[in-house]
């Protein structure tokens, strides 16, 4: 029978360095449970919107190469706003938006309330050169009102249904956001 999971999905070395674990992630990697259910990870392109309440995105580095290039990803986030679910995404993951359109085919972003990892984050961790693109820049390139807090602090806007955090610092916040918005508050 096949399976359609993978071991485990990749995680960015960088996030996982110990100046940006928080007592939340500290948390999640300790907890066992989650851990095997994280082991058995379903692949991207057999989940819809349909068997889900909402879709989180996790930040790290990794998304602004993979996600935000991936039609599937793409196509998740447009059918489960349009189905009226929230999307919710954290610190680099709001760069996983580059590609979204509206329904009327304009960028996703385009006049909505957004936040993610800025630029000066960006390059307070050295990575500026290597990325290939900063996640600030591209909402505001995509027509996104950008807004943020003080580096490293926890920020999180809400436009409708989409959700995204500045940092990691943000995940917490976001995510409750999100179990408020679930909870129909």
């Not at 954290?90 to 329904?103: D, E, I, M, Q, T």
């Not at 591209?138 to 436009?159: H, M």
Request: with cysteine; hydrophobic share 35%.
């Amino acid at each position: 029978m096949h399976r359609p999971w993978v071991a485990r999905p990749p995680l960015d070395p960088k996030s996982n360095e110990p100046g940006f674990q928080t007592d939340l992630t500290r948390r999640f990697e300790a907890d066992s449970a989650a851990n095997s259910v994280l082991a058995d990870t379903i692949r991207l392109e057999s989940v819809t919107h349909d068997g889900f309440d909402a879709v989180f995105y996790p930040g790290g580095h990794g998304p602004l190469w993979d996600l935000a290039e991936d039609p599937t990803s793409v196509s998740l986030i447009e059918t489960t706003l349009a189905a009226g679910k929230p999307v919710t995404l954290v610190c680099h993951a709001p760069g996983v938006l580059r590609h979204a359109k509206a329904p009327d085919g304009r960028p996703l972003v385009e006049g909505r309330d957004v936040t993610g990892f800025t630029n000066t984050e960006e390059d307070a961790v050295g990575l500026t050169e290597v990325v290939p693109f900063l996640v600030e820049d591209e909402l505001k390139r995509n027509g996104g009102n950008f807004s943020k807090a003080g580096d490293w602090q926890p920020y999180v806007v809400a436009d409708g249904l989409l959700i995204t955090g500045q940092n990691p610092a943000s995940s917490g916040p976001a995510a409750e956001r999100l179990l408020q918005r679930l909870s129909g508050g």
